[in-house]
């Protein structure tokens, strides 16, 4: 068998084998530390310029949240003036055309009104054509030839036996008088 010096005649590792293992130790552990922080620096670098992107993007979403609900109110604020002008728009239609019925006339935009106006027109021109048509065959009815009509006897053939006698005592007395 071999005598090692690292351990004592009593069977004990000697005070210098503990320092030299110790030593190789720390020298293994300063080795793998430098291996390590090497191994990572790449991504410790990528982690560092991510977590600068982040804090730069994070006040670019902040700012973009602000604006969001600022072009909101915005857009509230156009909302509603679009719909006071749409029906002040509407009521200025209704004004100007008193032919025009109010239940008519809709829409929630102002092309809307436009064509709701438009078929409002048609049908009211399509109605006075109706009503001159009408008008002008009652006058054709109504109108009177010139002159004076052809005398013709008066039909008793649906009197009354009494209404006859009548009649003709009517008739001789205008004669006589």
Not at 66 to 91: I, M, Y
Not at 122 to 129: C, E, F, R, T, Y
Not at 139 to 145: G, M
Not at 157 to 174: C, F, H
């Amino acid at each position: 068998m071999e005598e090692n010096e690292n351990i004592t005649p009593n069977g004990e590792v000697t005070q210098e084998a503990i320092d030299a293992l110790k030593a190789e130790l720390e020298a293994e552990k300063a080795r793998t530390t430098e291996a390590v922080t090497q191994a990572t620096q790449e991504l410790s670098d990528r982690i560092a310029s991510l977590e600068t992107d982040l804090s730069g993007a994070s006040g670019q979403l902040e700012a973009a949240v602000a604006q969001v609900a600022s072009l909101s109110g915005e857009l509230e604020t156009a909302k509603t003036g679009h719909d006071a002008a749409v029906t002040a728009f509407r009521e200025h239609v209704l004004a100007s055309n008193p032919l025009l019925p109010a239940d008519i006339v809709h829409g929630n935009t102002v092309d809307e009104i436009k064509a709701s106006m438009d078929k409002a027109n048609a049908l009211i021109g399509h109605i006075k054509q109706g009503l001159e048509a009408q008008q002008g065959a009652q006058q054709e009815q109504n109108t009177v030839p010139a002159g004076a009509p052809g005398r013709t006897p008066t039909d008793t053939s649906a009197m009354t036996t009494r209404e006859k006698i009548n009649y003709g005592l009517n008739q001789v007395r205008s004669k006589i008088s």
